[in-house]
């Protein structure tokens, strides 16, 4: 299956919320933390797309974009309270400007685009809040949705 990066690149990152005095002695086991970044983010991106498989064979691509629409962020934050974590997907081609990148991740996606295949990688920010960063490499079949913006009725 063809992947697409670029324009469609989306950012998934988690911040890890701890004391911040936990955080400095632990953040030197950073495995710890990409670990439990890796895992969040598997079980995020496999709820959202379990769900969105659904959605498109039962309403099509654009039950799927309404329901996404509606629907993602939620999905997006299942796992919040249980992992102590907040999960956001973001991109510079925006559906929902809720997703809007900060300046930190505007950055980050330029670097991912400019450099592919990129690790994911976590790091301890002036907050006392540890941050990871994934790259999420848009699949073909993801372009039923996030494609051209154009190709989808007003309804």
């Known amino acids: ?8 690149l989306i950012l998934g990152f988690i911040i890890i919320s701890c004391n911040q005095n936990a955080i400095k002695k632990e953040f030197a086991d950073k495995e710890k933390y990409m670990h439990l970044g890796d895992s ?5 991106f496999d709820t959202l797309s379990r769900t969105l498989k659904s959605q498109i064979l039962a309403a099509g691509p ?3 974009l309404l329901f996404c629409n509606h ?10 309270t249980e ?6 997907r973001t991109s510079h081609k925006l559906r929902n400007p809720k997703n809007a990148p900060d300046s930190r991740e505007q950055a980050l996606l330029k670097w991912f685009e400019d450099n592919p295949g990129a690790a994911p990688f976590a790091e301890l920010h002036p907050q006392g809040e540890i941050r990871y960063f994934k790259p999420i490499v848009v699949m073909e079949n993801c372009m039923l949705c ?3 913006q154009d190709t989808f009725s007003e309804d």
Do not use: C, P, Q, S
């Open 146 to 148: 996030h494609g051209n």
């Open 1 to 8: 299956m063809k992947k697409h990066l670029g324009i469609f």
């Open 71 to 80: 629907e993602a962020l939620k999905l997006t934050g299942l796992y919040e």
């Open 40 to 44: 969040i983010t598997r079980l995020t």
């Open 83 to 88: 992992f102590n974590a907040t999960v956001k």
């Open 62 to 64: 654009e039950g799927a």
